[in-house]
């Protein structure tokens, strides 16, 4: 037997099991001490009684022959791909709930994604970006280029002259600077796709935190990115469902490739998947209710809230920072120009504060640091006071 020697060419941790292996290395050396978790970006606030009482009614139904469910749709259920469809359609994407297949997640579904592409292609990645795009990539084989991320560009790479892309995957709001790609820009990435004959995989798991109405929320919003994109979103951060698992690929039949990608897609998860539970599918289809959207929306502020003191507390530090503003991370210089990991460390031994080292997240963020705004009021508030008496001096 051979194992897959390319699964050997990643990082011995996932970034979130290396954070989380030293938050309990800390909490065991120091028992009694405080912890604010900053860190992973996973969700504190219940779900809301319109989502459980779906879930319960749901239950429910699959204790009654009459009602009972087995096997489901392959594609998710279409009652629920018609209420997506419908929450595009808010912001005037016309979407078809037949391009819309039902998953257990984002992040299990750009893995999965990699199932249809050749492992003969040059994948482009922005730097720094969530690491389940690079390990996928790298355990497929397949080349990786990297375009960086600056406080020059805003930490928004646009498309390069001179590099030729096969894949080229973009999340906005990004995971981790925050930092939200605008129609102009995302066109000019349209164009670019379209030249290279490349596919764009767009992750845009937290559009629902975007305030600025002039940014978009999905690709589709720009013309043509129905012949090269696939996106992907999930309700994890949209509806707090990181314990309860819901997502969707959206995969048009208009991609142009030499094979039908829909077709394609189709194939593999008639094949490897079956499906995201009755139950959790119609409890996802109550957050796309009004009432359902209404209370989301107020656990989406609450957290933006968060997003708001972590970043007034970072300013009184005298610690310049980024994001926060239409995405729920904030993304900061570590002080004294420490690196990322010694930055980690400083604050959790010295202030009881878990945050995420930039240097996680690619080469170019080494020297940055993430803290996410998921934690409860209580957790935040505190480890904004700590922050902010610091005076962005962390070396204690
Ligand atoms: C993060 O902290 O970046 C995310 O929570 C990880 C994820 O969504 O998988």
């Known amino acids: 037997m051979k194992v897959n020697h390319h699964a050997l060419e990643l990082e011995q941790n996932y970034l979130f099991s290396e954070v989380a292996k030293r938050i309990r290395e800390y909490q065991a050396a120091n028992p009694e001490a405080p912890l604010y978790k900053l860190s992973i970006g996973d969700v504190t606030r219940p779900l809301s009684r319109v989502i459980t009482d779906e879930m319960k009614a749901a239950a429910e139904d699959m204790s009654h022959a009459e009602t009972f469910h087995g096997y489901g749709a392959e594609q998710g259920e279409l009652f629920l791909r018609e209420a997506i469809a419908g929450y595009y359609a808010r912001r005037g994407t016309k979407l078809d709930p037949d391009d819309i297949f039902i998953s257990d997640g984002a992040k299990n579904d750009l893995g999965n994604l990699c199932d249809l592409f050749d492992a003969d292609n040059t994948v482009l990645l922005p730097n720094p970006v969530y690491p389940v795009y690079y390990d996928t990539s790298i355990m497929s084989g397949r080349r990786v280029q990297f375009l960086d991320g600056t406080k020059e560009n805003g930490f928004l790479p646009m498309p390069p002259a001179d590099v030729h892309a096969d894949i080229i995957y973009l999340c906005s709001p990004n995971n981790p600077t925050g930092a939200v790609y605008n129609r102009e820009q995302l066109a000019a990435w349209i164009r670019y796709a379209k030249a290279e004959h490349a596919l764009i995989l767009f992750d845009a798991a937290y559009e629902a935190y975007i305030r600025d109405p002039a940014l978009p929320h999905s690709i589709y919003e720009i013309d043509g990115a129905a012949e090269c994109a696939i996106e992907i979103n999930s309700l994890s951060k ?120 930039g240097a996680g997240f690619g080469t170019a963020g080494q020297g940055w640091m993430r803290f996410s705004s998921f934690g409860t009021r209580e957790t935040v508030s505190r480890a904004a006071e700590l922050l902010a008496a610091s005076g962005g001096n962390f070396e204690k």
């Not at 995201?276 to 209710?289: G, P």
């Not at 900061?332 to 690196?339: L, S």
């Open 238 to 357: 949209t509806a707090g469902f990181t314990g309860v698992r819901c997502g969707w690929t959206i995969v048009p039949k208009t991609l142009q490739y030499e094979a039908s990608l829909h077709q394609m897609w189709f194939r593999r998860t008639a094949t490897k998947y079956n499906g995201c539970s009755y139950i959790i599918q119609r409890a996802a289809a109550a957050v796309f209710t009004e009432p359902g959207l209404q209370a989301v929306s107020a656990d989406i502020s609450y957290y933006m809230e968060n997003a708001r003191l972590i970043k007034a507390a970072l300013q009184k530090a005298g610690i310049p920072s980024t994001g926060g503003e239409n995405a729920p991370y904030v993304w900061f210089e570590a002080p004294q120009q420490a690196d990322s990991w010694k930055c980690f460390d400083q604050l959790l031994y010295g202030f009881g504060i878990a945050g995420t080292p």
